[in-house]
């Protein structure tokens, strides 16, 4: 309808079907699985509405100048860019010409959106005099990446996120432990959360004067569920850590440490007695909620991101190897590179492609969801098509999904059709249920049939439709 | 969550408020638009899944081999190309860096989705032995364009499309005018449907030996509601059309023909004949069927797409100008161009932008859609947290919409929060209601406020809430 172009499939450019495909690390989602991945979408954005989160959107493209230099040289490397319209090459200097590098600023002044984050602050930043704080958003939307495509990892996903940005009340750190718990017993899938604090790793930091080498530190200590805590003291004694670090994790080698071990160990330390307080809050009420997912503290997750300094938290299923479904937590500068300092947040983000392969597994989605529709209507050389249409627009207004199949095929046909799309129901009116203003109903799963009169579907409900099928 | 960078957020590549934005053409959906703009698109959607359609996604990306010249030459100027990733220039010639449009084919390989039609006979093509024909498929997703900015159109913008793609029956012709009336019925629009047979055209073009020059033919024709008869068939004129043909339309300029005029008129060219009796089984079922929007019968819509070959159609809005807000018609070879000939199909596309600004305009959005929640509970110096989120958890279970406040700020300051983003309820538990196992709960709208025990939250519905404040 926004198209007004011309000579449009003339067959210029024709080519044949074994030379189409799709860019690699990107997917089509079909009826099934589309289906599938809006059933996650809207269990995501009922529970966060529930919470009074609110939706945003923003576009694909972002300002390189936005996005370059915030997720590292690596990422830097990974953003899609778009090539600028027109002529590009015009100005540019002849040297520039000679090498990607040289000549890539000039090429591209916009990139794909690479994750939720980057695009929150920098709305927030440029709206900040209109918004009213704090302030709750969430945002689904896809994401895309140069990454390398393996096995779970692609070009294009989507991402789940909710932030509250605004202030530093630990109460939605524990609204946010409530969200997580909401959204995996909706869904059905069995999880356990992890929970940390960003200020355990740095009083363990401090304690051991380690500050200047904290990042390759916690990436370190981070690897400990992949690769064990043998394999992660090898790593610190490789790179010449302090042995005290060492002889500290040696101590809690064979059981990961409570809160309360902590304290005890670095009882003088204000950084680690600030997050244990904290931690204790949190997980308090968490317990007092009777959450059916109860947060597990575990001092060696780091979470990557450096931008967060309060608590953190990451959710790996219970009955499948699938790697982190859902992370997040506290930052206190978050806007802060966008010219907006002081607000602090908290977020956490689903990943619908991981959640999707977890319920695809333990094949918890409903058996119902993917279906044509509940009733089908079939089609004779006979039929009265205005007849079959009126049928359809009575059971659309009483909320079934109804089609009629548009060609008056052999009913073996367009049964077979109806039982490849899962159609729960079909209908059927011949010339003499016409007659007699009737129709017949196929229970298409147990195969029975019945025949009402038209008028009873002024009023049919899906309850009434079954209630037919027991007593008949 | 899949982010595993480093250096974020560091403070490198600093940029102040002054200097960020987003890519023109490009918006960011604050939430009170993106809750709008889902009201419309659930709202399709409910529809297109009430008559047994499937969703069907895409990716953002396709490979520009499948893109380039689906959409004229105009078109393939207007693609957002990806540059390639890596080391791009190696490899080119040097001759080639001399030129944009020389250099252009060695950077990019991948274009961002212009339309849904191609994805979609892309994705036909490749999928046909594992499809189910007749293919009913909806599509809501955004696509780009690199247009030149201006109010109404957008570099970025959602396409919500249709298809049944492999039959011909005139059924699904029925079937797509009874979705535009209620999809328009349901979101409070009226709109004027439009209807005609792209063999009306043909047989005009027949009749009068203007074959050949169909396709310019068709673009003046198209104008007509643009810029009056007197106008077109000045243009016609300009264009040395036969007389005769110009006679014709001169024949019609005060009042336009009905099927019947031009069956009469074209009484012995079966192409008009094949179109009229098409047009009214279309129709006459549409009437029968007494449509709240019954089409009409216009013998100069063309519609911009050569691919039509049946019946097309197009919608406005009755109550203000906004040119088509819904648009589309039969093909009889969409995927020919990917090697898959002889399948027949029809489809629409509602324009979701300008469906909103017609709604937006009208206002026609209604009045709760946009706000923060039901229920805000407000916090005190001396409330018990732990209760607070006793009572969010019953009301959610309730399926209330609930935040907690999160902190203890003047009342006045929450209650201004709570203003702004719309919520209905306040809910307020002091030291003296918890003592008594109490709450109060005050209407934001009327002020009223009223002292419930805390256990009746337990089965408390929207309306037992509403009948709470008309009896006190």
């Known amino acids: 309808m926004e198209t007004n172009t011309s000579q449009s499939f003339t067959g210029k450019n024709k080519i044949t079907m074994k030379n189409i495909g799709i860019p690699k690390g990107t997917r089509d989602f079909a009826p099934e699985e589309a289906l599938k991945r809006h059933y996650i979408f809207s269990t995501l954005r009922s529970v966060f509405e529930q919470h009074g989160f609110l939706p945003l959107e923003t576009p694909a493209m972002e300002n390189l100048s936005v996005l370059l230099g915030k997720y590292g040289e690596e990422g830097d490397k990974l953003l899609f860019r778009i090539l600028n319209s027109g002529d590009f090459l015009a100005g540019v200097p002849e040297e520039a010409k000679q090498e990607s590098q040289s000549l890539l600023p000039y090429l591209a002044e916009k990139g794909l959106r690479y994750d939720l984050t980057v695009p929150l602050a920098r709305f927030v930043a440029m709206h ?80 051991f004067k380690i500050e200047d080498r904290f990042y390759s530190f916690t990436v370190i200590i981070d690897k400990l569920d992949k690769i064990g805590m043998e394999n992660v003291i090898a790593e610190l004694q490789k790179n010449e850590f302090p042995t005290e670090l060492i002889d500290f994790y040696k101590h809690f080698s064979t059981e990961k440490p409570t809160i309360e071990n902590l304290a005890r160990y670095f009882e003088n330390n204000y950084t680690i007695r600030q997050a244990v307080s904290e931690l204790k809050f949190i997980l308090d009420h968490a317990k007092e909620l009777n959450l059916m997912y109860q947060p597990v503290f575990d001092y060696t997750l780091a979470r990557g991101l450096n931008y967060y300094t309060g608590a953190i938290f990451e959710v790996v299923a219970q009955n499948v190897q699938m790697g982190s479904i859902c992370g997040g937590g506290r930052y206190d500068d978050l806007t802060g590179i966008f010219g907006l300092p002081g607000y602090s947040g908290v977020g956490i983000s689903f990943g619908a492609d991981r959640i999707y392969d977890v319920m695809e597994t333990l094949q918890l989605f409903p058996s119902n969801l993917v279906k044509g529709g509940d009733i089908i209507i079939l089609q004779f050389e006979d039929s009265d098509l205005l007849s079959l249409f009126r049928i359809a627009q009575m059971l659309r207004k009483n909320n079934f999904k109804v089609m009629i199949y548009p060609e008056a095929h052999k009913i073996k046909k367009q049964l077979s059709y109806a039982d490849k799309l899962h159609f729960t129901y079909a209908i059927m009116q011949g010339s003499d249920e016409l007659k007699n203003n009737q129709l017949a109903i196929k229970n298409l799963i147990t195969g029975k049939q019945i025949t009402i009169p038209v008028n009873e579907l002024h009023f049919l409900t899906t309850n009434d439709l079954n209630a037919y099928f027991e007593t008949s």
């Open 128 to 207: 900040a005099h209109e918004l009213v704080f704090p302030f709750r958003r969430y945002q689904i939307q896809p994401v895309w990446r140069a990454d390398r495509p393996q096995k779970g990892r692609y070009r294009e996903f989507y991402q789940c996120d909710i932030d509250v940005i605004g202030t530093k009340s630990l109460l939605e750190e524990v609204n946010i432990l409530q969200i997580i718990n909401d959204v995996f017993e909706r869904l059905g899938i069995a999880v356990t959360i992890k929970i940390n604090h960003r200020k355990i790793l740095a009083g363990i930091a401090e304690y």
